[in-house]
């Protein structure tokens, strides 16, 4: 069965403390990897797409991976503004080509 | 401006009164979606549409009905609500596939079923 595992479920920073956030997944063949920030009573907001181990992205403060099994989303000096709950989600190939698989998020708190 | 919309976004209903709740889309897109979210559980797909009428199941489909007439509108219909379909509900549009193409959420519709 498909499943996406986030961790931490939630995660306390200063300002300017860098971290990283964990998706671990398990799929028959990954179509893509994504990442979406979500703010409180707002729909998700596309981040990033990661298609192949050893791929990478950034967009500001926070960078991509990607690994066969997992991928991490490292957030580089973080600001108050960077505080939302990230979601990763994953798409495999077969069975229904456009069923998306989302993990429970990290809620990140960035604390001036 | 680019967006998707959904109709009403807040809904307060009694158990076993049919409702429908509206998604629409300006971007031209094929790729339509719902999803439902709920504490603890995260997003969850319910269905999904690659075109005008192609529709297929996600994971969450029992209880719920979608149609695809029109490449914009994507409506969710609830024909007999519970109490268990309380819940935050968001639609969603992709140009083609969600691995090709950026996924676009609309602001979602909290639902509840007394």
């Known amino acids: 069965e498909d499943q996406v595992t986030q961790s931490p479920e939630a995660l306390r920073l200063q300002e300017g403390e860098s971290s990283s956030l964990n998706c671990s997944y398990t799929?028959?063949?990954?179509?893509?990897l994504f990442w979406y920030r979500q703010d409180p009573g707002k729909g998700p907001e596309f981040l990033f797409t990661?298609?192949?181990a050893g791929e990478e992205k950034e967009k500001e403060r926070l960078k991509a991976t990607l690994t066969k099994k997992e991928s991490f989303l490292h957030i580089t000096a973080p600001k108050p503004e960077d505080s939302a709950t990230y979601l990763c989600?994953?798409?495999?190939?077969?069975?229904?080509?456009?069923?998306?698989?989302f993990g429970k998020g990290t809620k990140l708190s960035v604390k001036p | 401006e680019a967006q998707v919309t959904q109709n009403p976004r807040y809904l307060i209903t009694v158990t076993g009164k049919k409702l429908t709740v509206t998604c629409s889309q300006n971007?031209?897109?094929?790729?339509m979606s719902w999803y439902r979210q709920d504490p603890g559980l995260g997003l969850r797909q319910i269905y999904y549409?690659?075109?005008?009428?192609?529709?297929d199941k996600g994971d969450v489909p029992e209880g719920y009905k979608v149609s695809r007439k029109e490449k914009r509108n994507f409506p969710l219909i609830l024909e007999s609500p519970s109490p268990n379909q309380t819940s935050l509900y968001f639609c969603?549009?992709?140009?083609?596939?969600?691995?090709?193409?950026?996924?676009?959420f609309g602001p979602g519709t909290r639902l509840t079923v007394l």
């Open positions: 989600a994953v798409q495999a190939y077969g069975g229904s080509q456009g069923n998306l698989i």
């Open positions: 969603a549009s992709n140009r083609g596939l969600p691995s090709y193409n950026e996924q676009f």
């Open positions: 799929v028959s063949g990954l179509r893509g």
């Open positions: 990661l298609y192949s």
């Open positions: 549409s690659m075109n005008v009428e192609v529709t």
């Open positions: 971007m031209n897109h094929e790729y």
